[in-house]
């Protein structure tokens, strides 16, 4: 079961690249947000997210598209309690555009990872290092430049091509 996780502000596109590679690969999916309210994008749509956290079922894997501001949500206890209850069950977590910031602010982003240009340089001045790969996975965090490559990630893990 794929979770995407809609951070606000969140990156339609991660998210619906995610949610079709899903229904392709014939895995479950839904979207998990902070409350069922309304959550806007940045391109300027607003998705209801399917669960709140509380009420979300144990992914096996979470995707968390790029957003306007990730690393601030990773201050706020709520987000950080849904990754902490998801985690240890998690075969694998796919990271956008930007949303390696988010990760990197609750400790779980890995020290080596790639990232498009617009993140690297903030990653590289925390200290890790990035390739230029479309997408680097160690241990279960694939990172991604985001996109498209978000998608290849996801090719990776489930080993078959994806055709949307």
């Known amino acids: 079961m794929l979770a995407v996780l809609l951070l606000p502000e969140f990156s339609e ?3 619906a690249l995610g ?4 229904r ?3 895995l479950p999916a839904y979207t998990a947000a902070k409350g069922r309210k309304g959550t806007p994008g940045l391109a300027g749509s607003v998705w209801t997210p399917t669960y709140a956290f509380p009420a979300a079922p144990k992914p096996t894997a979470l995707l968390i598209p790029g957003a306007k501001r990730p690393k601030r949500l990773a201050q706020d206890p709520a987000w950080l309690a849904f990754l902490e209850e998801v ?3 998690l075969e694998a977590v796919f990271v956008g555009y930007n949303a390696h910031l988010f ?3 609750a400790g779980r982003l890995p020290e080596e990872v790639a990232a498009g240009e617009e993140v690297a340089q903030d990653l590289v001045q ?3 290092r990035v390739r230029e790969e479309g997408f680097w996975k160690v241990d ?9 490559a978000l998608l290849r990630a996801l090719e990776d893990w489930a080993q078959k091509a994806v055709v949307l």
């Open 13 to 15: 596109l991660e998210a």
């Open 19 to 22: 949610l079709g590679a899903a």
């Open 24 to 26: 392709r690969l014939g």
């Open 87 to 89: 985690w240890e069950g």
């Open 103 to 105: 990760l990197a602010e």
């Open 126 to 128: 925390m200290g890790y």
């Open 140 to 148: 279960r965090v694939y990172t991604s430049h985001g996109g498209l």
